[in-house]
Protein backbone atom coordinates (compact mmCIF):
# COMPACT_ATOMS: atom_id res chain seq x y z
CA UNK A 1 0.00 0.00 0.00
CA UNK A 2 1.88 3.32 -1.40
CA UNK A 3 2.30 6.23 1.38
CA UNK A 4 -0.67 8.59 0.72
CA UNK A 5 -3.21 5.48 1.04
CA UNK A 6 -1.42 4.83 4.18
CA UNK A 7 -1.96 8.48 5.19
CA UNK A 8 -5.64 8.17 4.12
CA UNK A 9 -6.48 5.62 6.20
CA UNK A 10 -4.64 6.87 9.37
CA UNK A 11 -6.18 10.62 8.97
CA UNK A 12 -9.67 8.17 8.85
CA UNK A 13 -9.52 6.34 11.93
CA UNK A 14 -8.20 9.41 13.53
CA UNK A 15 -10.85 11.97 12.98
CA UNK A 16 -13.23 8.44 13.97
CA UNK A 17 -12.80 9.16 18.23
CA UNK A 18 -12.42 12.94 17.51
CA UNK A 19 -16.03 13.15 15.81
CA UNK A 20 -17.07 11.09 19.34
CA UNK A 21 -15.49 12.85 21.47
CA UNK A 22 -16.93 16.46 20.01
CA UNK A 23 -20.40 15.52 20.23
CA UNK A 24 -20.02 13.99 23.81
CA UNK A 25 -18.91 17.32 24.98
CA UNK A 26 -21.64 18.88 22.87
CA UNK A 27 -23.74 17.29 24.67
CA UNK A 28 -22.54 17.56 28.04
CA UNK A 29 -22.99 21.38 27.28
CA UNK A 30 -26.16 20.74 25.68
CA UNK A 31 -28.06 23.89 28.11
CA UNK A 32 -26.34 26.28 27.00
CA UNK A 33 -24.38 25.27 23.53
CA UNK A 34 -21.25 26.53 22.10
CA UNK A 35 -21.40 27.81 18.13
CA UNK A 36 -20.11 24.87 16.47
CA UNK A 37 -17.67 27.53 14.90
CA UNK A 38 -16.37 28.28 17.64
CA UNK A 39 -15.40 24.97 18.76
CA UNK A 40 -14.40 24.12 14.93
CA UNK A 41 -11.99 27.07 15.35
CA UNK A 42 -10.57 25.56 19.00
CA UNK A 43 -10.32 22.04 17.18
CA UNK A 44 -8.50 23.86 14.31
CA UNK A 45 -6.61 26.14 16.61
CA UNK A 46 -5.48 22.68 18.41
CA UNK A 47 -3.95 20.89 14.93
CA UNK A 48 -1.85 23.96 14.67
CA UNK A 49 -0.50 24.27 18.14
CA UNK A 50 1.23 20.36 16.97
CA UNK A 51 3.16 22.28 14.67
CA UNK A 52 5.75 23.65 16.97
CA UNK A 53 5.76 20.08 18.77
CA UNK A 54 6.59 18.23 15.15
CA UNK A 55 9.16 21.09 14.18
CA UNK A 56 11.16 20.26 16.96
CA UNK A 57 10.80 16.42 16.24
CA UNK A 58 12.11 17.68 12.86
CA UNK A 59 15.28 19.50 14.05
CA UNK A 60 16.32 16.87 16.66
CA UNK A 61 16.10 14.38 13.70
CA UNK A 62 17.45 16.37 10.73
CA UNK A 63 20.10 18.54 12.64
CA UNK A 64 21.42 16.35 15.88
CA UNK A 65 23.98 19.29 17.03
CA UNK A 66 20.93 21.35 17.97
CA UNK A 67 19.16 17.61 20.00
CA UNK A 68 19.79 18.57 23.53
CA UNK A 69 17.83 16.02 24.76
CA UNK A 70 19.90 13.67 23.04
CA UNK A 71 22.98 15.53 24.50
CA UNK A 72 21.09 15.34 27.73
CA UNK A 73 20.56 11.36 27.32
CA UNK A 74 24.06 11.32 26.86
CA UNK A 75 25.33 13.07 30.05
CA UNK A 76 22.58 11.70 32.57
CA UNK A 77 24.14 8.43 33.64
CA UNK A 78 20.78 7.29 35.33
CA UNK A 79 18.21 6.56 32.81
CA UNK A 80 15.31 6.85 34.88
CA UNK A 81 16.34 10.45 35.75
CA UNK A 82 16.69 11.07 32.32
CA UNK A 83 12.83 9.66 31.27
CA UNK A 84 11.59 11.81 33.99
CA UNK A 85 13.22 14.92 32.84
CA UNK A 86 12.31 14.35 29.06
CA UNK A 87 8.23 13.50 29.90
CA UNK A 88 8.16 16.45 32.17
CA UNK A 89 9.83 18.58 29.16
CA UNK A 90 7.00 16.76 26.85
CA UNK A 91 3.92 17.59 29.49
CA UNK A 92 5.77 21.24 29.73
CA UNK A 93 5.85 21.69 26.04
CA UNK A 94 2.50 20.17 25.12
CA UNK A 95 0.02 21.80 27.71
CA UNK A 96 1.86 25.20 26.93
CA UNK A 97 1.03 25.49 23.33
CA UNK A 98 -2.42 24.13 24.10
CA UNK A 99 -3.10 26.68 27.33
CA UNK A 100 -2.15 29.24 24.43
CA UNK A 101 -4.49 27.92 22.17
CA UNK A 102 -7.52 28.08 24.61
CA UNK A 103 -6.71 31.33 25.73
CA UNK A 104 -6.84 32.18 21.65
CA UNK A 105 -10.23 30.80 21.14
CA UNK A 106 -11.29 32.36 24.12
CA UNK A 107 -10.25 35.83 23.89
CA UNK A 108 -11.56 35.33 20.03
CA UNK A 109 -15.22 34.58 21.10
CA UNK A 110 -14.96 36.71 24.27
CA UNK A 111 -18.98 37.52 23.88
CA UNK A 112 -19.76 33.49 24.05
CA UNK A 113 -17.42 32.88 27.42
CA UNK A 114 -20.29 33.51 29.99
CA UNK A 115 -19.85 30.95 32.08
CA UNK A 116 -17.30 28.40 33.76
CA UNK A 117 -17.94 25.22 31.94
CA UNK A 118 -16.97 27.44 28.88
CA UNK A 119 -13.64 27.11 29.60
CA UNK A 120 -14.10 23.12 29.88
CA UNK A 121 -15.68 23.43 26.25
CA UNK A 122 -13.25 25.15 24.25
CA UNK A 123 -10.04 23.71 25.77
CA UNK A 124 -11.13 20.02 25.38
CA UNK A 125 -12.00 21.33 21.46
CA UNK A 126 -8.67 22.72 21.70
CA UNK A 127 -7.37 19.00 23.21
CA UNK A 128 -9.55 17.23 20.82
CA UNK A 129 -7.77 18.85 17.77
CA UNK A 130 -4.14 18.22 18.67
CA UNK A 131 -4.92 14.75 19.87
CA UNK A 132 -6.25 13.95 16.49
CA UNK A 133 -3.04 15.50 14.59
CA UNK A 134 -1.12 13.83 16.98
CA UNK A 135 -3.17 10.22 16.38
CA UNK A 136 -2.91 10.81 12.84
CA UNK A 137 1.21 10.66 12.64
CA UNK A 138 0.95 7.91 15.23
CA UNK A 139 -1.73 5.88 13.02
CA UNK A 140 0.87 6.40 10.09
CA UNK A 141 3.79 5.19 11.87
CA UNK A 142 2.18 1.96 13.54
CA UNK A 143 0.42 0.80 9.75
CA UNK A 144 3.87 1.28 7.86
CA UNK A 145 5.57 -0.11 10.86
CA UNK A 146 3.42 -2.87 11.98
CA UNK A 147 0.38 -2.92 9.32
CA UNK A 148 -3.36 -3.48 10.40
CA UNK A 149 -2.53 -6.57 13.36
CA UNK A 150 -3.60 -6.80 16.76
CA UNK A 151 -0.79 -4.23 18.07
CA UNK A 152 -1.84 -1.43 15.88
CA UNK A 153 -5.29 -2.14 17.24
CA UNK A 154 -3.63 -1.92 20.50
CA UNK A 155 -2.38 1.36 19.60
CA UNK A 156 -5.12 2.97 18.05
CA UNK A 157 -7.49 1.71 21.62
CA UNK A 158 -4.94 3.33 23.64
CA UNK A 159 -4.49 6.51 21.66
CA UNK A 160 -7.95 7.11 20.82
CA UNK A 161 -9.71 6.19 24.39
CA UNK A 162 -6.92 7.05 26.76
CA UNK A 163 -4.57 9.33 24.91
CA UNK A 164 -7.95 11.27 23.31
CA UNK A 165 -9.97 11.39 26.85
CA UNK A 166 -6.47 12.34 28.43
CA UNK A 167 -5.76 15.67 26.46
CA UNK A 168 -9.06 16.92 27.26
CA UNK A 169 -9.11 16.13 30.94
CA UNK A 170 -6.14 17.73 31.18
CA UNK A 171 -6.26 21.04 28.93
CA UNK A 172 -10.00 20.98 29.96
CA UNK A 173 -8.43 21.23 33.63
CA UNK A 174 -6.61 24.44 32.82
CA UNK A 175 -9.95 25.76 30.89
CA UNK A 176 -11.98 25.46 34.04
CA UNK A 177 -9.67 27.20 35.98
CA UNK A 178 -9.23 29.97 33.59
CA UNK A 179 -12.66 30.45 33.49
CA UNK A 180 -12.72 30.26 37.06
CA UNK A 181 -10.03 33.41 37.06
CA UNK A 182 -12.31 35.32 35.16
CA UNK A 183 -16.22 34.25 36.12
CA UNK A 184 -15.86 33.13 39.66
CA UNK A 185 -18.05 35.55 42.05
CA UNK A 186 -15.17 34.34 44.91
CA UNK A 187 -12.46 36.79 42.85
CA UNK A 188 -13.48 40.40 43.06
CA UNK A 189 -13.22 42.66 40.02
CA UNK A 190 -10.27 44.96 41.06
CA UNK A 191 -8.41 41.61 41.67
CA UNK A 192 -9.39 40.44 38.35
CA UNK A 193 -7.18 43.86 36.47
CA UNK A 194 -4.32 42.37 37.89
CA UNK A 195 -2.36 40.95 35.30
CA UNK A 196 -1.01 37.50 35.15
CA UNK A 197 2.40 38.43 36.10
CA UNK A 198 1.25 40.79 38.59
CA UNK A 199 3.80 40.16 41.64
CA UNK A 200 4.80 36.90 39.97
CA UNK A 201 7.42 35.23 42.83
CA UNK A 202 4.56 35.46 45.06
CA UNK A 203 2.14 34.03 42.17
CA UNK A 204 4.30 31.16 41.25
CA UNK A 205 4.51 30.11 45.12
CA UNK A 206 1.48 29.78 45.76
CA UNK A 207 0.15 27.96 42.18
CA UNK A 208 2.90 25.42 42.84
CA UNK A 209 1.66 24.81 46.21
CA UNK A 210 -1.81 23.98 44.88
CA UNK A 211 -3.04 26.42 47.32
CA UNK A 212 -6.47 27.18 45.52
CA UNK A 213 -6.89 23.46 44.68
CA UNK A 214 -6.85 21.97 48.18
CA UNK A 215 -8.66 24.41 49.08
CA UNK A 216 -11.86 23.50 46.34
CA UNK A 217 -11.07 19.93 47.52
CA UNK A 218 -10.66 19.72 51.00
CA UNK A 219 -13.48 19.17 52.85
CA UNK A 220 -14.42 21.85 55.13
CA UNK A 221 -12.17 24.80 53.54
CA UNK A 222 -13.14 28.00 52.39
CA UNK A 223 -13.75 28.06 49.08
CA UNK A 224 -10.19 27.95 46.87
CA UNK A 225 -10.68 30.88 44.87
CA UNK A 226 -11.75 33.57 47.19
CA UNK A 227 -9.38 36.38 47.35
CA UNK A 228 -6.88 35.16 44.51
CA UNK A 229 -5.66 37.26 42.20
CA UNK A 230 -6.38 35.85 38.24
CA UNK A 231 -2.81 35.10 37.77
CA UNK A 232 -2.50 32.72 40.46
CA UNK A 233 -5.31 30.21 39.48
CA UNK A 234 -4.36 30.48 35.98
CA UNK A 235 -0.89 29.44 36.50
CA UNK A 236 -2.24 26.77 39.14
CA UNK A 237 -4.36 25.64 36.72
CA UNK A 238 -1.26 25.08 34.18
CA UNK A 239 0.95 23.34 36.63
CA UNK A 240 -2.28 20.74 37.91
CA UNK A 241 -2.64 19.89 33.95
CA UNK A 242 1.05 19.76 33.45
CA UNK A 243 1.25 17.58 36.63
CA UNK A 244 -1.28 15.17 35.76
CA UNK A 245 -0.57 14.95 31.91
CA UNK A 246 3.05 14.16 33.30
CA UNK A 247 2.10 11.33 35.27
CA UNK A 248 -0.23 9.76 32.70
CA UNK A 249 3.24 9.60 30.39
CA UNK A 250 5.02 8.16 33.08
CA UNK A 251 2.34 5.25 33.53
CA UNK A 252 2.40 4.53 29.28
CA UNK A 253 6.11 4.94 28.82
CA UNK A 254 8.24 3.88 31.85
CA UNK A 255 8.86 0.37 32.35
CA UNK A 256 9.72 -0.10 36.34
CA UNK A 257 10.63 -3.04 37.86
CA UNK A 258 10.36 -4.86 34.89
CA UNK A 259 6.73 -4.06 34.59
CA UNK A 260 4.71 -1.64 32.70
CA UNK A 261 2.60 0.48 34.61
CA UNK A 262 -0.32 1.61 31.41
CA UNK A 263 -2.90 -0.06 33.35
CA UNK A 264 -2.90 3.04 36.29
CA UNK A 265 -3.78 5.48 33.54
CA UNK A 266 -7.27 4.38 33.95
CA UNK A 267 -7.60 4.97 37.69
CA UNK A 268 -5.62 8.65 36.57
CA UNK A 269 -8.27 9.87 34.13
CA UNK A 270 -10.68 8.55 36.22
CA UNK A 271 -9.78 10.49 39.67
CA UNK A 272 -8.83 13.54 37.24
CA UNK A 273 -12.17 13.76 35.75
CA UNK A 274 -14.04 13.27 39.37
CA UNK A 275 -11.60 15.90 40.48
CA UNK A 276 -12.41 18.45 38.02
CA UNK A 277 -16.48 17.24 38.13
CA UNK A 278 -16.03 17.89 42.04
CA UNK A 279 -15.19 20.82 41.43
CA UNK A 280 -16.99 22.37 39.16
CA UNK A 281 -20.43 21.21 40.63
CA UNK A 282 -19.18 21.95 44.33
CA UNK A 283 -21.53 24.41 44.59
CA UNK A 284 -24.58 22.51 43.72
CA UNK A 285 -24.28 19.33 45.91
CA UNK A 286 -22.96 21.88 48.85
CA UNK A 287 -26.24 23.86 48.50
CA UNK A 288 -27.77 20.19 48.64
CA UNK A 289 -26.69 19.03 51.68
CA UNK A 290 -27.20 22.42 53.23
CA UNK A 291 -31.01 22.39 52.51
CA UNK A 292 -31.03 18.23 53.59
CA UNK A 293 -29.01 19.49 57.15
CA UNK A 294 -31.69 22.35 57.60
CA UNK A 295 -34.51 20.27 57.11
CA UNK A 296 -33.08 17.33 59.47
CA UNK A 297 -32.73 20.16 61.95
CA UNK A 298 -36.08 20.84 62.48
CA UNK A 299 -37.49 17.18 63.03
Known amino acids: MDKLSVMIIA ?7 AIFWFF ?3 WLDRKELEPPKAMITAGVLGVISTIPIFGLQFIFKNFPEYNFIQSLQTNMVNPIVFSLVFLAFVSIIEE ?6 TVGVIE ?7 Q ?4 IVYAASVALGFAFAENIYYFYIAAQSLGYNSDFLSIFTIRSLGTMLGHTIFTGIFGFYYAKAYLSPYITEELKKKKIWHD ?3 TLKKAATFHATRRSILPGKKHGYHDEHPGIVILEGFFLATFI ?15 TWTFLIVPLLFVASWGLWRMFFKPVYTRVFVVIKNKRSRH
Open 24 to 26: LYR
Open 11 to 17: SFLALLP
Open 200 to 202: MRH
Open 245 to 259: HFLYNLFVKVHLFGH
Open 116 to 119: VVDG
Open 96 to 101: LVKAFS
Open 108 to 114: HYKIEFN
